[in-house]
């Protein structure tokens, strides 16, 4: 039994969602402490991370304070094994190493081009600001080849690590929403066969769909 789990933060947060999401797939109680951290009047690089002004998400159990989304996640799944959705971190250590391997793809190479493209796409038209042509361009092509790579193992597997949704699935859910919720961004994924089947499936999944919801009804970034 879950108790005492806090996180601090907007749901509009790629971070925090991040961790909604699996909080929502472990079927843990929680407590959301909203903080608003995203006025217009905030400095840019504070828009690009779209975290709060420490750089990330505060989650605590307890005495523990963790702040990094991912760690969150891989602490909610090894806490709380048994809860919700159990194969969500793997059953076996050759399951777990391949959604690392995934989690560290994400984190290294997804997450910067994609955050780029998050705020160019979907942040930059509502704070009326014209978008950087070039680094779109730029962080277009990078995105480009990563998911040429998720195309070829996605015509293998139904999700990144194998059969199953897992973390590796999850940590991409954020960044993808923001990005394929403009025209040009979804063309990314739309383009690609088996990853826009990949994006349809994770992101109807019940856990995101309520994250979204949060998403709507507290917008944090422009209220």
Not at 20 to 34: A, I, P
Not at 50 to 60: A, I, S, Y
Not at 93 to 106: P, V, Y
């Amino acid at each position: 039994m879950a108790a005492g789990l806090q996180v601090f933060g907007q749901p509009a947060s790629t971070d925090v969602a991040r961790v909604l999401t699996c909080l929502f797939e472990k079927n843990l109680e929680f407590e959301l402490v909203r903080i608003d951290t995203f006025k217009r009047e905030h400095k840019l690089p504070e828009f690009i991370k779209l975290r709060d002004p420490t750089g990330q998400v505060t989650f605590k159990h307890g005495d523990k304070t963790l702040v990094d989304s991912r760690a969150i996640c891989r602490y909610l799944c090894t806490q709380f094994p048994e809860d919700g959705n159990r194969g969500i971190y793997g059953t076996g250590s050759l399951e777990r190493a391949s959604i690392e391997q995934w989690l560290q793809a994400e984190s290294q190479s997804f997450d910067a081009p994609s955050s780029e493209l998050v705020f160019h796409l979907a942040f930059a038209p509502q704070l009326n600001m014209i978008p950087d042509e070039a680094r779109i361009a730029e962080n277009e092509r990078k995105l480009q080849q990563m998911l040429g790579v998720y195309d070829e193992i996605l015509a293998k597997n139904q999700y990144l690590a194998g059969d199953e949704f897992t973390l590796a699935d999850l940590s991409h859910l954020p960044a993808s929403h923001y990005i394929a919720g403009s025209q040009r961004g979804r063309k990314l994924f739309t383009s690609k066969k088996h990853v826009a089947r990949w994006y349809d499936a994770i992101s109807s999944r019940p856990s995101w769909k309520q994250v979204v919801k949060m998403q709507h009804e507290h917008p944090g970034t422009f209220e």
